[in-house]
């Protein structure tokens, strides 16, 4: 069955600062991976999608199939940025997204 | 403005007192999901649908029924609550059934 994996349940870093979110899946066929994102009283939304290699607010992801990954980066940390973050596996078929536990991002002044 | 919306935000119930949560879109999408998120364990898909009068189990379906009589609502309903139904739950919605989703605001319930 397929899974997600977020190690982290609390990054806090300063700002400016680089920031990793870790994302570890496990699907034996070929995965869609998502990032959503919660800000603090606002309902879940899309930040990013793999398939779109797309840069959102200053965040990047890349999948990497060898490592099962699909870790979330962005160079310099904005207060902004603090939030829950969601990795979310796509598999296809029940319209089903499989996420992780969620990393909440602080970023400290 | 395109939008999922759920009813009531928040709701607090006694055992076995049947109730119902309201989602409606206004995206015209075809695809919807009841999702709930408990602590550790992130969002669990419960029901979905892939157009009216389709919709099938999820992760975690057991206590719960939905009904997709419109496209633009998907309710859920609790027959009969249990105190293991605590939790907050997410509607979402999407064009095509894949991994792009539109979530609402939630809703949080307790269940005495």
């Known amino acids: 069955a397929q899974r997600v994996t977020q190690p982290e349940k609390l990054l806090s870093v300063f700002k400016g600062a680089p920031v990793e979110l870790k994302c570890n899946y496990s699907y034996s066929g070929s995965p869609e991976l998502f990032w959503y994102v919660q800000y603090s009283r606002q309902r879940l939304q899309l930040l990013l999608r793999?398939?779109s290699r797309e840069s959102i607010k200053g965040f990047t992801a890349d999948l990497n199939k060898g490592e099962t990954s699909f870790h979330l980066k962005k160079p310099f940390a904005q207060e902004e940025d603090s939030a829950m973050y969601y990795c979310?596996?796509?598999?296809?078929?029940?319209?089903?997204?499989?996420f992780g536990t969620g990393t909440q991002l602080k970023v400290e002044l | 403005e395109a939008q999922v919306t759920q009813n009531p935000r928040y709701l607090i119930t006694v055992t076995g007192k049947k109730l119902t949560v309201t989602c409606s879109q206004n995206?015209?999408?075809?695809?919807m999901s009841w999702y709930r998120q408990d602590p550790g364990l992130g969002l669990r898909q419960i029901y979905y649908s892939m157009n009216v009068e389709v919709t099938d189990k999820g992760d975690v379906p057991e206590g719960y029924k939905v009904s997709r009589k419109e496209k633009r609502n998907f309710p859920l309903i609790l027959e009969s609550p249990s105190p293991n139904q605590t939790s907050l739950y997410f509607c979402?919605?999407?064009?095509?059934?894949?991994?792009?989703?539109?979530f609402g605001p939630g809703t949080r319930l307790l269940v005495l």
């Open positions: 979402a919605s999407s064009l095509q059934g894949r991994g792009t989703q539109y």
């Open positions: 793999h398939i």
């Open positions: 995206m015209n999408h075809e695809y």
């Open positions: 979310a596996l796509f598999t296809g078929g029940g319209n089903k997204l499989t």
